[in-house]
Structure formats: C-alpha cells, structure tokens
C-alpha cells in the first residue's frame, strides 16, 4: 500500500494564479481531510469528505474548494492565490467506523506551497 | 486562550535522560486525545491515544487529567531517534469517531543531544 499520497511536493505561484493539488489514498478509507500548516501553528481543518459525493467545511475553507467523486481522490482547488495560502498542505484519510479503540489519521507526505 | 496550548521548547535533553511534556485543553467536552510526532519537514503521525487511565507504551506514557484539563507525555531513556516535534491533539468525538473535530497543539520540539 502507498498510503496518501500528495502532489506535488512543492510549488511556487504567483498572486491570482490557480492551482489543485492532488491526494490520493489506496486503503480503502471513508474520511479525507485537508489541512494547512503555518509556522509556529497548529494544524487547521480546511475540508473534509466523508465519503464519496459528500464534503463540508472546516475551519479554514475561503479560498479553496474540493470535490470527492471517488473514494481514493480528494483534490484541494486553490483559486485566485494570495500570499496568505503560503503554507504546507496536507491530506489525511481515516476510517470510521474504527475497528481499533481510537480512530488513527493517516497523513501524506505533504505539499509546500509559497504564493509570490 | 488557545483551544489547546503546548510549551513550543525547544526541550534539548542529553541521550538517556526522561523528559516530559505537558499540553492543556480548553473545551472540557473533550473526549479523546492523542500524541502525534512530526519530524522536521515530514507529515505528523500517530504517536499513542492517550486513555483515561493512563497507557504506556515501551519507553512512552501518556497521562490525562480531566479535572485539570491537561495531558502529558514522559519518553524515558531518550534515544537520539526521538529528536521530534511532538503534537498533542485533542477531539470533541470519542476516540473511534471521525477525526472532523481535531485539534492540533502548536509543537513541542525536542532534541536529543548525544
């Protein structure tokens, strides 16, 4: 299994530019989520998807849009870039209902992204 | 007050020593907690839950206190591989819940010296 997987690695835009980055998830897992990473921060939820079709807001979503047509993609649309999107993105997946006692979130490698 | 507040460190702690870490929460309906790690430049990834009766595991023990509405974790006999940003994160579900309603502290960075 590759796990989530995220492209790209990195990326440079300009102001207004557009952009999707792309996650993928090869275990079979119900939930996905987006999250950014600021310097000195915490995570932040931007969206999450419960399931193919379905997704709704997080803390984080102006600026960015997703979509969830299948459960293995879940790709984050960034339009009309602006200098506070600079951050590193990560997608996550879990499932629900948990066989386990805790609910443990698988996270991609990331995607670093500087707004210029 | 933030939702949930770790000291960021660094903490530099000689190989072999125990070192602790602390993390508050401020929304008492609070149901699960955990310690995840995130190296330099890398995706966080799930350290332990932390139960309300305490857990251990190997050289980890994770500690919750819901009256005082603080978390800790103690790493005995530091290994130079526990050099890490360590997160704690806290969810209004119970633990086997989806994740929708994490959150994540700032860090504690901590590097072990040899």
């Known amino acids: 299994n590759a796990g989530v997987t995220q492209t790209p690695k990195f990326r440079i835009l300009k102001i207004g530019q557009s952009m999707t980055l792309q996650c993928a998830q090869d275990?079979?897992?119900?939930?996905m989520y987006w999250y950014r990473q600021d310097p000195g921060m915490g995570l932040k939820l931007i969206y999450y998807s419960v399931g193919a079709g379905i997704t709704d807001k997080g803390e984080v979503p102006n600026g960015y849009n997703v979509s969830r047509s299948t459960t293995e993609d879940f790709p984050l649309r960034l339009e009309l870039a602006a200098p506070s999107q600079t951050s590193v993105y990560f997608c996550?997946?879990?499932?629900?209902?948990?066989?386990?006692?805790?609910?443990?979130?698988?996270f991609g490698p990331g995607t670093r992204l500087t707004v210029l | 007050r933030k939702e949930v507040e770790q000291d960021p460190g660094p903490f530099n702690v000689p190989e072999g020593a125990t070192v602790a870490f602390n993390c508050t929460y401020s929304?008492?309906?609070?149901?699960?907690f955990f310690w995840y790690r995130q190296d330099c430049r890398k995706e966080p990834k799930l350290l332990m839950s932390?139960?309300?009766s305490g857990n251990e595991d190997g050289r980890f023990t994770a500690q919750l206190n819901r009256a005082s509405q603080y978390i800790s974790l103690l790493i005995r006999d530091s290994k130079l591989s526990d050099s890490a940003t360590y997160l704690c994160v806290v969810n209004t579900l119970p633990p086997n819940f989806g994740n929708e309603k994490l959150t994540f502290g700032t860090g504690t960075r901590l590097t072990i010296i040899p």
């Open positions: 996550a997946s879990s499932y629900y209902p948990s066989a386990e006692a805790y609910n443990e979130q698988f």
């Open positions: 275990m079979n897992h119900n939930y």
């Open positions: 932390v139960y309300s």
């Open positions: 929304n008492s309906a609070s149901q699960s």
